[in-house]
Nanobody, 121 residues
């Protein structure tokens, strides 16, 4: 079994910052890509940022220059530093990991339960 547990969400004023964390735990053999996605009310889930095991990154155009994704492979943890937050960043943020279990024959995606980020004055 695998668990992805996010933390760090909350209420912040426009222009403020938040740092999200996500820890993967369980019988993990290897984690490949990790990432953050978000879903606002009435909208589809969308990619925010991804990072490979070699730490190559990819960002949605809407967050480039404001958000930074990073990971600590030794801790099976991915972070999302969010600066210059805007009201349109309000959403539930989900952690994703592409990994393979010790007991599994193939890799697959796992998701966290989500953490709410609200940007409002």
């Amino acid at each position: 079994q695998v668990q992805l547990v996010e933390s760090g969400g909350g209420l912040v004023q426009p222009g403020g910052s938040l740092r999200l964390s996500c820890v993967a735990s369980g019988s993990i053999f290897n984690i490949y890509g990790m990432g953050w996605y978000r879903q606002a009310p009435g909208k589809q889930r969308e990619l925010v940022a991804t990072i490979t095991s070699g730490k190559s990154t990819n960002y949605a155009d809407s967050v480039k220059g404001r958000f930074t994704i990073s990971r600590d492979n030794a801790k099976n943890t991915v972070y999302l530093q969010m600066n210059s937050l805007k009201p349109e960043d309000t959403a539930v943020y989900y952690c994703n990991a592409d990994l393979i279990l010790i007991t599994a024959l193939s890799r697959r995606d796992y998701w966290g339960q989500g953490t709410q980020v609200t940007v409002s004055s």
